[in-house]
């Protein structure tokens, strides 16, 4: 199985600031990677699909990077409706999808 | 726009069967267009993806739940399912069916609201 690490765990930031969030894949997953945003009590929703691609809809203070193992999720101007938990996943061909273990994002 | 609808049991008695359905309108099982996955979530804990299904019936599972899953679908109904045996308290979740795109290049863009299943006897 392929693994998804997710860094940080957990963050604290500030309406305004500059947001980044960090998937490390256990092997390459080329651009197959996806990132969702789940609210408390909500379906996780489409952000960005493979790894830079702005689902249609979503702000563009979201922005995704990276290809083989190493991916980035950047939201500029963090806004209140962006608290959140963020998560990665992979669609790699061929291979059993994974999801990372998330990304909460708190008010400081 | 594709709409997904969980429906089945909300409790689910340890050892047994859990079933859940999911209902797609605004779009076709049978299209091509689309892989039909499950996701679970238990309480206060990050996705699990279950595994997904194909219309030609062609499937792919999560390993750590292949010899406990099955997923089929019923084109004339426009629904996909999920039936998970010998179920125990870890299989307690939020269950949702979510759409991928038939390309690798695509997430999970639609999602049922998502069913909450107990086990519990």
């Known amino acids: 199985d392929i693994q998804l690490t997710q860094s940080p765990s957990s963050l604290s930031a500030s309406v305004g600031d500059r947001v980044t969030i960090t998937c490390r894949a256990s092997q390459s997953v080329n651009s197959y990677l996806n990132w969702y945003q789940q609210k408390p009590g909500k379906a996780p929703k489409l952000l960005i699909y493979?790894?830079?691609s702005l689902q249609g809809g979503v702000p563009s203070r979201f922005s995704g990077s990276g290809s083989g193992t190493d991916f980035t999720l950047t939201i500029n101007s963090l806004q209140p409706e962006d608290f959140a938990t963020y998560y990665c996943q992979q669609s790699y061909s061929g291979a059993t999808w994974t999801f990372g273990q998330g990304t909460k994002v708190e008010i400081k | 726009q594709v709409q997904l609808q969980e429906s089945g049991p909300g409790l689910v008695k340890p050892s047994e069967t859990l079933s859940l359905t999911c209902t797609v309108s605004g779009g076709s099982v049978s299209s091509g267009s689309y892989y039909w996955s499950w996701i679970r979530q238990p309480p206060g804990k990050g996705l699990e993806w279950i595994g997904y299904i194909y219309f030609t019936g062609s499937t792919n599972y999560n390993p750590s739940l292949k010899s406990r899953v099955t997923i089929s679908v019923d084109t004339s109904k426009s629904q996909f399912s999920l039936r998970l045996n010998s179920v125990t308290a870890a299989d307690t979740a939020v269950y949702y069916c979510a759409s991928h795109r038939f390309i690798a290049a695509a997430g999970l863009d639609y999602w049922g609201q998502g069913i909450l299943v107990a086990v519990s006897s």
């Open positions: 493979a790894a830079s």
